[in-house]
C-alpha cells in the first residue's frame, strides 16, 4: 500500500493505492444509521467518513491497483 499526500495551494491531496482485487469504495452504501450500532453491519464508516469530508472523491482501477484519490480545500 502506497499513501501520498500533496499540497497545491489550498488544497490537500491524499491519494491511497494498493493492489489488492478491484474494489471501489464509492460505490458502497452508506451505513443504515436508523438500526443500533451493535445490529448494524461491520465497515462502511471510514469511507462515509471521507464522503462527508473530502471535497471530491475519485477511485480508479489502473495498472493492476486500486487508487482512491481525495481532495480537500483548507
Known sequence: MD??????GNELTISITDSG???????????????????????GLGI?????IADTLEYRYENRC?????KKKL
Open 48 to 52: 462515509y467518513m471521507m464522503k462527508r
Open 66 to 70: 486500486n487508487r482512491l484519490i481525495m
Open 21 to 43: 482485487v478491484p474494489f471501489d469504495p464509492l460505490q458502497t452504501d452508506d451505513p443504515d444509521f436508523s438500526v443500533p450500532g451493535e445490529k448494524r453491519r461491520v465497515g
Open 3 to 8: 499513501i501520498t499526500l500533496s499540497g497545491c
